[in-house]
């Protein structure tokens, strides 16, 4: 079966833009979460979508957004992207909230000039 | 607060046995991941543990004591493949997955 997929895969932007990501899981997975990911700074987690819903939120400012639609796919936006936006966007999508498993994406590498 | 830790860096000779460890102060707990994540590419699932005690999934092995707080990843039969970060996250109990910053692993022949 298809695996997590993110698009774009890399992007440019510039101070004060916005930016939406797409993540679409793997088929029957009901939960997303998207993380960012710097160097030296591990995986921080930005929020968690299940059935819609938002279950969980990071410790993140109210720049970033996400959603999910009814097919399960999900998406997160920045608005008024600072230089330290600069990233690797993971999402990881699972069964459920318990899971044993979840499976990542590629990543968007977002580049913030 | 909560708090993952792993050494940053480890060097190990193709073959042999390697073993990183990762101790956590989290709110709740709820499972324990490994995964493994080499430059450029996402993280994939090494193994989960819930209870204590060891599981083992051929050259890849985990290791759990709740009490201690404390977990371990033993990769046996070293091969130059396995040069990547390994990633430790726990889930607190809010289900909210807390990562370690990863622990690089080189491989030397």
């Known amino acids: 079966k298809a695996g997590v997929t993110q698009t774009p895969r890399y992007l440019i932007k510039t101070r004060g833009q916005q930016v939406t990501l797409s993540c679409s899981p793997i088929?029957?997975?009901?939960?997303v979460s998207w993380y960012q990911q710097t160097p030296g700074q591990g995986l921080q987690f930005l929020f968690e979508?299940?059935?819609?819903?938002?279950?969980n939120k990071g410790n993140f400012p109210g720049r970033f957004s996400g959603r999910q639609f009814s097919n399960s796919r999900s998406e997160m936006n920045v608005s008024t992207l600072e230089l330290g936006d600069s990233a690797l966007y993971l999402c990881?999508?699972?069964?459920?909230?318990?899971?044993?498993?979840?499976?990542f994406g590629q990543g968007t590498r977002l580049t913030v000039v | 607060g909560q708090n993952i830790d792993q050494p940053t860096e480890m060097t190990a000779t193709e073959g042999a046995i390697v073993q990183i460890n990762c101790t956590y102060q989290?709110?709740?707990?709820?499972?324990l991941f490994w995964y493994q994540q080499h430059a450029g590419e996402a993280p994939t699932f090494l193994s989960y543990?819930?209870l204590d005690g060891l599981e083992e999934k051929g050259r890849f092995s985990s290791f759990l004591s709740r009490s201690k707080g404390y977990s371990y990843l033993l990769l046996k039969e070293l091969q130059m493949k396995d040069s990547a970060s390994y990633l430790c996250?726990?889930?607190?109990?809010?289900?909210?997955?807390?990562w370690g910053a990863g622990t690089k692993l080189i491989i030397k022949p």
């Open positions: 543990n819930v």
């Open positions: 979508y299940f059935s819609e819903t938002q279950r």
């Open positions: 989290t709110s709740g707990f709820n499972g």
């Open positions: 996250a726990v889930r607190d109990s809010n289900y909210q997955l807390i």
């Open positions: 088929s029957g997975h009901r939960s």
């Open positions: 990881a999508s699972s069964l459920g909230q318990a899971y044993t498993e979840a499976f």
